[in-house]
């Protein structure tokens, strides 16, 4: 069983900046996609970004590009969530999940969910 667990969400002004953070137990996390995925309130949820098992490519939603960063530390089994210029419409629950296989947006490519984390951005 993978647990994967999110932390770094919190208050900040627009124009500020978060780091998020996702801890994944399990021996093979460098094998797989991670993601980023949030979810407004009344919305669906939606892709942020994702990151091969290597760390080597990269995905944004056309919403974040320029702004936010996915990376990995293998060693730590840790996936983050760089996040500058934040707007309002940010404003999201953000969860990580690690993808079945290939890289995806889709939510059912992805087998295992964090219980997410709180970003607000006020204007």
């Known amino acids: 069983q993978v647990q994967l667990v999110e932390s770094g969400g919190g208050l900040v002004q627009a124009g500020g900046s978060l780091r998020l953070s996702c801890a994944a137990s399990?021996?093979?996390?460098?094998?797989?996609?991670m993601g980023w995925f949030r979810q407004a309130p009344g919305k669906e949820r939606e892709f942020v970004a994702a990151?091969?098992?290597?760390?080597?490519?990269?995905y944004y939603a056309d919403s974040v590009k320029g702004r936010f960063t996915i990376s990995r530390d293998n060693a730590k089994n840790t996936v983050y969530l760089q996040m500058n210029s934040l707007k309002p419409e940010d404003t999201a629950v953000y969860y990580c999940a690690r993808a079945r296989g290939y890289y995806s947006t889709r939510l059912n490519a992805y087998d295992y969910w964090g219980q997410g984390t709180q970003v607000t951005v006020s204007s």
């Open positions: 399990g021996r093979t996390f460098s094998s797989y996609v």
């Open positions: 990151i091969s098992g290597n760390g080597g490519s990269t």
